[in-house]
């Protein structure tokens, strides 16, 4: 069992930039796949970025070039740096994690979850 909990969600303006964390617990961090995605109001989820076990990277189109998705395995935690901010980022951020992921884009790939933690970007 893994436990994922995300911080460092906020209110920001457009163009600022905020760092989100998420923490593992419970298994040995660095043979996980891990990946980002968000929901908007009255969206459905969607994917942000996600990182291999392997140190590759996949990024959505929308946030390619703005975002950077990282891991500190001997941290046990993951990040996921927000540049240049935008209202359409404005979501609920969520952290996922399973040991294998063959279509990283895909929600229904993951088995663990993290609860959640709001960015709010204003105009």
């Known amino acids: 069992q893994v436990q994922l909990v995300e911080s460092g969600g906020g209110l920001v303006q457009a163009g600022g930039s905020l760092r989100l964390s998420c923490a593992a617990s419970g298994r040995t961090f660095s043979g996980y796949n891990i990946g980002w995605f968000r929901q908007g109001p009255g969206k459905e989820r969607e994917f942000v970025a996600s990182?291999?076990?392997?140190?590759?990277?996949y990024y959505a189109d929308s946030v390619k070039g703005r975002f950077t998705i990282s891991r500190d395995n001997a941290k046990n935690t993951m990040y996921l740096q927000m540049n240049n901010l935008k209202p359409e980022d404005t979501a609920v951020y969520y952290c996922?994690?399973?040991?294998?992921?063959?279509?990283?884009?895909?929600?229904?790939?993951?088995?663990?979850w993290g609860q959640g933690t709001q960015v709010t970007v204003s105009s």
């Open positions: 990182i291999r076990n392997s140190g590759s990277t």
């Open positions: 996922a994690a399973a040991l294998i992921v063959l279509r990283p884009t895909r929600a229904d790939e993951y088995q663990y």
